[in-house]
């Protein structure tokens, strides 16, 4: 650790550091006014980088370190040169009147820890609006900053305005890990001969003026119990509501949890109350802060949102340490007695507890100016004129200002008159006021509406709208998405029994209690708010099917109905398949059959499904299609018929397509044998005489004349068991073989013939026979 400077002198004497952490120990030196007394830290103190990477097991110490500016000789500027630092995350600059406002610009800029790199400038914000009542000092907006050991400020007054006095630069080092015998800070005044320009304290930084030579800035004050006179009064102005004042602590305070068995008994909330982390949980140091909590009398009439200015690139394991530096800058460098918020979310949606005194009870905060004994706050880590806040962020803060809201029968959609305690002006319109003045304001505001600042940053607060719907609910953009059981047909859907309907909604599902599932307008299954589906099994008939969402208000939404239709009754052929031959070429793999069926369903047909030989689906009312076979294979062709619900039946046919060579046809008259690849077999019979006849006997269901086709055909008159059934005429414009050009199809296998006489036709006479095929 570097040494103390007094005057420009480096001292050998320092803050001794034990292994363990800050030793109790004192800074005893000339020139020095005072005694530093630092509490024994486990795992961490003012040397430690800010890290919350592990999980807070008990209190953590954090440390507070004070460098006064030095301001010019005109009064308009202040400035601390860049020096070396203890380590600290986050700074911010203060005065030593707590009335007096700011009206310069004020840029730090910092040093990241054990680098040689400095951060641009970082203006702070200068209009968060006086303290509590009884505060130590003023000062800006805190700015989370990150580890650092270097630190440079300068302040930029205007003409029309004079600065603050006591200007100084609060440095905060959060601590990290766990605290163990932890005994009350505090500030010894000790005798002194020498100016106390070295150790910067709150009732020193007044007059101090430290050349820029000085380096090494030391630590501030002990709490505010300690170095302020006043009592504590926190209400907003004299003509503010009352407040009750727990029993005052003499003793180091008991468990984090104490608190909450002090104070008004904390009412029911018509919202369900969203996971907050103690203040236990991010390692608040309770000794800092041993006042007792004080409480609203009237109940809590609105939620004021704010966000806490600092940057927005923070991971959100820092967001404890971050908390505990703003919990040591309010109430060590403004001198409050607490933390002024009373939740803090970061920007993961994570809810903290802020000021003490129980998250369920209506605990007096100081974070609106005027507005406090009548409001609760929530501050988001981050700045949010820069960025727009995540829907955690909204999500959190809609689901916590529920809460608080329903406890005290407060719509969070609606408007609430607040009495102002001070007069003010507001950020976000034009409205002014004066003490006393009866102001209506959105029970969800932020804080520039009732304060002359832009918190909780534009974009944040353009959001406000939809923090209100999200908190007052009901669910919003509720639709019915699907209702799956086996099948939809128009707007029917038909299933056996078991159903999943699955929904979407636009409100974010931490703000959703449940969802349910309701058949015929009962209950018939229930999901949690992050669930989009569930199952329900309905019982045979047809049902009105909808959802309804329930909001952490209680407020209830419905979808629209959806009609399911539970069936367990099969499909029906009613015509069998069967098969019989069709027109077309015939080759010897692949033999032209056409397949019917018909199939009907009591509800309502789906398809017709093709297994085998081959996989084919038809829609529900095709009755038929144009297939192959293979010759001389017995191939059987089954079918299943599927309804909308699922349900199934399944019918088949055999058959075995039969090529019969027209050489073993019984001939009579001349016929003269052709040879080519093109015909069956290689050969075929053709013959232009008159009379001439081929005969073929078979035992089957289905035959098919296959002849060759030319433009100088002639035609056939065609016999079926003796008595003559048709005259096929064989011309055709282009040629053909193997053509199936006559078919005959039987209700039944049986023995048949069939025969064929050339007409003689004049002018083309000639046939040219290819065979017949049967189905057998």
């Known amino acids: 650790m570097r040494g103390v400077q007094v005057k420009g002198v480096r001292t050998g004497m320092s803050l001794l550091r034990s292994r363990r952490g800050w030793g109790i120990g004192a800074v005893v030196a000339a020139g020095v006014s005072g005694v530093l007394i630092v509490q024994s830290v486990s795992g961490g103190g003012a040397n430690s980088a800010a890290d919350d990477s592990k999980p807070v097991s008990g209190p953590i110490a954090s440390e507070e370190y004070a460098a006064a500016l030095k301001v010019a000789a005109d009064g308009d500027s202040a400035t601390l040169a860049k020096r070396d630092t203890e380590p600290f995350s986050l700074l911010g600059v203060t005065w030593s009147d707590p009335s007096a406002r700011m009206a310069g610009k004020v840029e730090v800029r910092t040093r990241g820890a054990g680098t040689d790199n400095w951060s641009s400038w970082l203006e702070l914000g200068t209009d968060s609006g006086p303290g509590e009542e009884g505060a130590a000092r003023a000062g800006t907006e805190p700015a989370w900053v990150g580890a650092s050991d270097g630190v440079e400020v300068r302040v930029d007054g205007k003409a029309s305005a004079e600065l603050p006095k006591g200007l100084r630069v609060d440095m905060i080092d959060p601590g990290t890990g766990s605290v163990s015998d932890l005994e009350p800070a505090g500030y010894a005044v000790a005798a002194s001969t020498e100016s106390p320009d070295a150790t910067i304290t709150p009732d020193e930084t007044d007059s101090a003026s430290p050349t820029e030579t000085d380096s090494a800035s030391a630590p501030a004050s002990a709490s505010p119990s300690e170095s302020a006179s006043a009592s504590p009064d926190t ?12 029993p005052a602590t003499t003793s180091a305070p008991a468990s984090p949890d104490a608190s909450a068995s002090t104070g008004p008994t904390a009412p029911p909330s018509t919202a369900t109350r969203p996971s ?16 007792a909590p004080d409480y609203l009398t009237g109940g809590i009439k609105a939620v004021v949102v704010h966000h806490t200015a600092e ?14 530096a703003i919990y040591t800058y309010h109430v060590k460098s403004n001198g409050w007695k607490d933390i002024g918020y009373n939740f803090l979310v970061d920007k993961c949606g994570t809810i903290f507890e802020g000021r003490k005194g129980g998250v369920d009870k209506p605990v007096f905060g100081a974070h609106a100016y005027g507005f406090n004994s009548q409001t609760t706050g929530i501050s988001v880590l981050g700045n949010y004129n820069l960025v727009e806040p995540p829907t955690a962020v909204l999500t959190s803060v809609a689901r916590l200002a529920a809460w608080k809201l329903g406890q005290y029968g407060v719509d969070p959609a609606g408007t609430t008159t607040l009495t102002a305690g001070a007069a003010g002006t507001s950020e976000y319109n034009t ?14 505001h932020g804080h520039g509406d009732g304060y002359a600042t832009e918190c909780p940053g534009s974009k944040l607060h353009a959001q406000l709208a939809t923090i209100r719907a999200y908190a007052a609910g009901p669910v919003s953009g509720l639709s019915l998405k699907s209702v799956t059981g086996a099948n939809t047909s128009g707007t029917r859907t038909y299933t056996k029994s078991a159903t999943t309907v699955s929904w979407s909604a636009t409100t974010p599902a931490a703000l959703i209690t449940k969802y349910e599932v309701l058949v015929d307008g009962k209950v018939a299954a229930t999901a949690a708010g992050t669930a989009t589906s569930a199952k329900a099994n309905l019982g045979l008939g047809t049902h009105s099917v909808s959802v309804r969402a329930t909001h952490i208000s209680g407020k209830t939404t419905t979808t629209s109905v959806a009609t399911v239709v539970a069936e367990t009754t099969p499909p029906t052929f009613t015509t069998a398949p069967n098969l019989s031959l069709r027109a077309g070429t015939v080759e010897t793999a692949a033999v032209p059959v056409t397949l019917k069926w018909k199939a009907t369903d009591s509800a309502a047909l789906k398809e017709v499904r093709l297994t085998a030989p081959v996989a084919k689906t038809y829609g529900p009312t095709i009755v038929s299609a144009d297939l192959a076979a293979k010759s001389g294979a017995a191939t059987t062709w089954s079918m299943t018929a599927y309804d909308q619900a699922g349900n199934t039946r399944a019918a088949s ?14 001939r009579t008259g001349t016929w003269t044998t052709k040879s080519s690849t093109s015909y069956l077999g290689g050969k075929s019979y053709s013959s232009s005489a008159k009379n001439a006849a081929l005969t073929w006997t078979f ?5 098919a004349l296959a002849v060759s086709r030319a433009s100088t055909s002639g035609q056939v008159n065609v016999f079926v068991d003796g008595v003559k059934a048709a005259t096929v005429d064989l011309k055709s414009a282009t040629t053909k073989y193997r053509d199936a050009i006559w078919t005959k199809n039987w209700s039944a296998s049986a023995k048949h013939t069939v025969k064929i006489v050339v007409v003689g036709t004049s002018g083309r006479p000639a046939v040219t026979a290819d065979g017949l095929v049967y189905l057998k």
């Not at 209400?235 to 727990?246: E, G, I, K, L, M």
């Not at 940057?311 to 505990?324: E, H, K, L, V």
């Open 653 to 666: 046919v055999a058959g075995t397509p039969v090529i019969l060579q027209e050489t073993s046809a019984t």
């Open 235 to 246: 209400s907003d102005s004299p003509s503010s509501a009352p407040v009750t004042t727990a």
């Open 276 to 291: 907050i982390t103690s203040r236990a949980g991010w390692g608040a140091d309770e000794l800092l802060s041993p006042e």
């Open 699 to 703: 035992t089957g269901r289905s035959a």
């Open 311 to 324: 940057t927005n690139d923070y991971t959100c394991d820092q967001s404890p340490a971050m908390i505990r």
């Open 431 to 444: 409205r002014t006021w004066k003490t006393g003045d009866q102001l209506s304001f959105p029970t969800i």
